[in-house]
Every structure is written in structure tokens, then in C-alpha cells.
């Protein structure tokens, strides 16, 4: 099978993963520590509406619903470059993928802050704390990790 369209499939697997978790983590967070479990999702439609996206705290299908689908496209297209790239490391089935998964986790956190332009970050740094997210990267990583397994399992 080609290796781009077998790493399109397991990175669907492994990005969904990876979006759920990470997106439970930004629920959990945005309540714990902003007051708004909806904020931090909402925040990342500030791609399609702008800096008001970040100021809106409850569920809305404009802002939450289109957010959501943003996250999710971005962690499917770190989850293919994750199984392309790493596919021999991944077929071993080694639950040291998350050591690989932690590092493409980290590289994508440092694209996300370093090199893209402020008007395409993520957008739920406006509503969380640098430890929070590192723990929302954490959670993306454990996604990787778990969805990379998923893909192999017997």
C-alpha cells in the first residue's frame, strides 16, 4: 500500500485521537482555570471570526462547532506527518511510541508559538496559562501515542 495513503488512514485514527484528547483537556482547563470550559475551542475559530472567537464562553455552533473542526484538521495533519515519518519506530509496537509521540507533540507546539503568524496560532493560548498548555500538548502527544497503537493492534 502506498506509504503516503497508509499514513493518511492511521493518521486519521491517531489525529481523532489525538483531537479528542487534547480537546478534553482544553474543556477541563478553560473550567478549571478560566471559567469557561467552551473558551479555549471557541478561541481557535479566531481563524474564521476573528478576535471576538476568543471572548465567547459558551457553546456556540459559530464559534465551539467551527473551532472544533479546526483543531481536529491540524491534529490530523500532525497525526500523517507522525505516521509517515515514524512508520518503521511505530510498526514495531513498542509502548516507547510515546516518546516519539511526546516529540512530535513538541515540534508541534513549537510551530504552533514559534514560526505560524499570530493570526493562525491556536488561539486557546488567549484563555489558558503556559502550564495548561503544556498539558493540552501533553494530552495531543498521548493521543498520538494511543492512536498510533490503535492503528496496530492485532
Not at 485521537?17 to 471557541?42: E, I
Not at 479566531?46 to 478576535?51: E, I, Q
Not at 513538541?106 to 505560524?116: K, N, S
Request: with cysteine; proline share 5%.
Amino acid at each position: 500500500m502506498n506509504t503516503w495513503k497508509t499514513a493518511s488512514a492511521r493518521g486519521l485514527v491517531s489525529g481523532t485521537v489525538a483531537s479528542v484528547l487534547s480537546t478534553a483537556a482544553l474543556t477541563a482547563l478553560g473550567k478549571a482555570t478560566d471559567g469557561s470550559g467552551f473558551g479555549p475551542t471557541n478561541a481557535i475559530s479566531h481563524w474564521v471570526w476573528g478576535d471576538r472567537a476568543a471572548r465567547r464562553d459558551g457553546p456556540s455552533w459559530r464559534y465551539t462547532a467551527t473551532g472544533y473542526l479546526i483543531h481536529h484538521a491540524s491534529a490530523t495533519f500532525w497525526a500523517v506527518l507522525f505516521e509517515r515519518l515514524l512508520k518503521r519506530q511505530l510498526d514495531k509496537q513498542d509502548p516507547a511510541v510515546t516518546l516519539p509521540a511526546a516529540a512530535a507533540s513538541a515540534l508541534a507546539c513549537f510551530v504552533d508559538y514559534r514560526i505560524t503568524p499570530d493570526r493562525l496560532k491556536p488561539g486557546f493560548e488567549q484563555r489558558l496559562s503556559r502550564p495548561s498548555l503544556a498539558l493540552v500538548y501533553g494530552a495531543f502527544g498521548l493521543g498520538l501515542a494511543l492512536g498510533a497503537l490503535l492503528n496496530r493492534r492485532d
